[in-house]
């Protein structure tokens, strides 16, 4: 009997301890299946995450990568008026480049040569005018002496590359490319930049800012030419980046965004000032001009072409008008109308107008400039160009804008 009661004490013991380790050892096994699952889970999702290049290296690496624009916006300082390009499947594909001063800086910890791809169209499909685009290169602040061309012979559209520095030192640099040219010669999309190396830090703004609004004489029409030579109005002959605008940006250390257009008249109302100005490019399309930042001066020189085309009595209330655009647009700035480098036949009616919307005391001044016709197509010289310069840069220094 005692046998007996031992045996099945025994089996109970026995029968709980099964039941009690079958139920930890079916937890254990759940728990280690989800841990299992989750991890490897978990693991691919790392695993898929460090499979994908970063757009830039997180430490410096002076491999060669071509870096897609649109990718790297945060790197890149934007001068000038721009837009974001879609293609027709709405992916973006680059930065327009389509406006004289239009400017890309960027500072790289590189060697070797940088490479710029382009895309370039032109507005003319019966391919009449010139294709050819120029620009200018500064390199840790120097100008470069090349002066860069992008050839466009025969193709109304073509993609192309532009070499903008060669054999440079390891080492960190900053690059500097404007557009010489203003927009009827083409329009450009930046698309990519190819260097061995990577983008750094973006370079930072100047502490001043200088809009310029004009017309040929802006544009640097001509004035790399002679009076009297043929073609002026090539873009072999035209640099915006000689002309008074930008040496007086260069004088007073600002950053320079501009809008001109050949032949164009603040007056009349085809097309209208205001659709002009408001506008990011006047020849590819509509959109309007959002400004990312505010200029703290703004340069007009308008004037030169109402005088052999406008109703004289009417330029001193034109004027008046094109302030009010521009007002509207920057109302902090200071405005300064320059005027006088091809003939000052209208300077009556244009300061009429500056004192009818109110003078100095609104921001509104009036700097008169040397009349220059030495240069091709009866346009300002180099030395006109920079004689101008020297002037609008102590008027605004004299009349305490900077």
């Known amino acids: 009997m005692r046998k007996l009661i031992c ?73 000038g008026r721009y837009k ?27 060697e070797g040569d940088v490479t710029l791809s382009l895309d370039v169209k032109l507005f003319n499909a019966d391919k009449e005018g ?51 040219n203003e927009a009827n010669h083409a329009a450009m999309l930046l698309k990519s930049i190819t260097m061995k190396g990577v983008p750094c830090e973006k370079p930072a703004d100047r502490d001043l800012l200088i809009e310029f609004v004009g ?53 009349g109302e085809k097309p209208p000032f205001s659709d002009f100005y408001n506008q990011i490019n006047w020849i590819r399309d509509n959109t309007p001009y959002t400004p990312t930042r505010h200029p703290d001066i703004v340069v007009i020189n308008l004037g030169t072409n109402d005088a052999s085309h406008a109703d004289h009595a009417t330029l001193a209330d034109y004027t ?21 480098l091809m003939g000052s036949n209208v300077e009556g009616q244009i300061m009429k107008g500056i004192q009818t919307y109110g003078g100095e005391a609104k921001g509104v001044y009036y700097c008169p400039l040397q009349t220059d016709w030495s240069g091709g197509g009866g346009h300002p010289s180099l030395a006109g160009h920079k004689a101008a310069a020297d002037t609008l840069t102590k008027f605004i220094q004299d009349k305490g804008l900077v």
Not at 91 to 107: P, Q, R
Not at 250 to 262: E, G, M, P, Q, V
Request: glycine share 8%; with cysteine.
């Open 7 to 79: 045996i099945l004490l025994l089996c109970c013991f026995l029968l709980c301890s099964c039941g009690t380790d079958g139920g930890d050892a079916s937890s254990n096994l759940s728990s280690k299946g989800n841990s299992s699952t989750s991890s490897k889970v978990q693991s691919e999702v790392q695993s898929e995450a460090q499979s994908k290049e970063p757009v830039v290296p997180a430490v410096n690496d002076y491999s060669e990568r071509t870096y897609m624009i649109i990718d790297i916006l945060d790197y890149l300082k934007l001068d």
């Open 215 to 267: 017309d040929s004489i802006t544009a640097g029409y001509g004035n790399l030419g002679m009076s009297g030579i043929e073609n002026p109005s090539h873009a072999k002959n035209s640099d915006a980046t000689s002309t008074y605008a930008f040496l007086t940006a260069k004088n007073l250390n600002a950053d320079i965004t501009a809008t001109c257009r050949s032949g164009h008249m603040f007056s």
């Open 130 to 180: 010139w294709r050819d685009r120029y620009f200018t290169v500064y390199i840790d602040g120097v100008r470069q002496e090349e002066r860069l061309a992008v050839e466009g012979g025969l193709m109304v559209y073509t993609n192309c590359s532009l070499t903008v520095a060669k054999g440079l030192s390891k080492g960190k640099h900053t690059i500097e490319i404007y557009r010489q």
């Open 320 to 340: 008046v008008k094109a302030l009010e655009t521009v007002k509207k647009v920057h109302p902090d700035a200071k405005i300064v109308w320059a005027y006088g």
């Open 84 to 110: 974001e390009k879609k293609d027709d499947l709405n992916k973006y594909t680059g930065i327009t480049y389509d406006n004289a001063y239009n400017c890309i800086s960027f500072v790289a910890d590189c």
